[in-house]
């Protein structure tokens, strides 16, 4: 039976690469401070060049793994051979490294323990345990060289009295040779089982979350018929109204006509409220939405006109910036639209007259960022974490110049992450607010890179 830890996900084990690359760094500034350390305060004798040595040799290759991963970032089966490779090297400059520093004798032989949990931790399982016997042969093979005089003995004078000659006697070596392996596969075998452990539940929370998010589909593919079939009635009863309200079906009472426009204003909000409700409902119910090219100039272009009315009524002043060079993004037209449509249409709606709304564009390398800035109401800084949630609406907007449904920022936030966007806000009750955005530029080699950002 095998006590080892199963295989992290690709992606898991990626992240942890980096951790190994920083801890890394911390193992060739010690050997390094050892060396200077063990020989000036310590006044240990020991053979310091080759310490140095090590040290740079250890800070050069962790510079290159460094590199190899931001160059090529190795994915898939990539990432674990690259992890294997680096435990092996480690491995293998650790058993020099000890050979210089007294073999079997050195107290930090032990350090061979953090390679084992490393391996125990990163590397499929199979791996991982070829790791822990290489530390093992390595370690005999020093002891037993060193112990027949096929390799020279260094000793640390100072540290141990010479004459002891631990490395040459075979009850010492023998003991520590056992003790020392026995730990390793002990602490391996230890290492991997909470590793199991957590990767296990690690796993069931995922499982368990793509289960809530196929519920939550299957919830919004429900939430689309019934505001899809409610669409037409309501569409119909606001047509119906119009007409009342507009005499053509002859003179009615006043006080049945305050009535009737009241619930033509009510109808009108039923009408947003199913348009809002479809919107975030398709967006939530679609496994994938088509995307392609597309050029923001256009689409800030029709949202102002679209919008000319409201900003002419309210006196308003309403710029954009884009710069020329913008490049275009990667997405769903039709989408992009909704987005800006939605956050330049709350600015105009909570700016008070007089006032002023700005959107800006501009190219931050693989992404776009834009922002819409406005010196409206603003949004009181308790509402700020709940915006984004269903149905949610500040206090200070809730009156009936603002109305509005509580669904435009989330339809807003489900558009960009199916987009890999990002979004956040910046806002002061009473001086304004700016909400941010960003959007992935399409490339030449832009989408593939894109669909893997995505993921
Ligand atoms: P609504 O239909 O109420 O505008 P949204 O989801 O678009 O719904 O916005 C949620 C809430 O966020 C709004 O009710 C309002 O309190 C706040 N909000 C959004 N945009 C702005 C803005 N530009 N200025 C002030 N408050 C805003």
Redesign the pocket.
Known sequence: MSFLAPPLMPEEAAARIGWFIRLRWLAAAGVLVFAVVGDRLLKLQFAIAPFILIGIFIALYNAAFMLLTHRVRPVGRWTNRFAFAQVGIDILTLTVLMHFGGGIENPFISYFLFHTIIAAILLPRYKAELQVVLASICIVILAIAEFTGLLTHHHIVGLLPVELELYNNWKFVTVALFALITTLFIAAFLAASIAQRLHQRERQLAQANEILKEQDRIKSQYVMRVAHDLAGPAAMISSCLQLVTKGLTGPIPEKALDMVQSAQRKSKFLGHLIK?LLSLSRIKAAKEIPKTEVKLQGIINQVFEDLQQRVAEKNLTLEQKFPATLPAVYGNTEAIHELFC?LVT??V???LVGGQVEVTASNKGEEVLVK?Q?N????PAE?LPH?FEEF???D??KVEAME???????I?KQILNTHGGKIWVE?EQGKG?T?SFTLLVAGDTGVAGHIRKEV
Do not use: E, H, M, Q
């Not at 409206?376 to 949004?379: E, L, M, N, P």
């Not at 509005?404 to 989330?410: E, F, R």
């Open positions: 809002d939605n709350n600015a709606k909570y700016t819409v406005d409206g109401v603003g949004i509402a915006i949610y609406r500040a200070n907007v509005g449904t509580g669904l435009g920022l989330s807003v806002s607010t909400f």
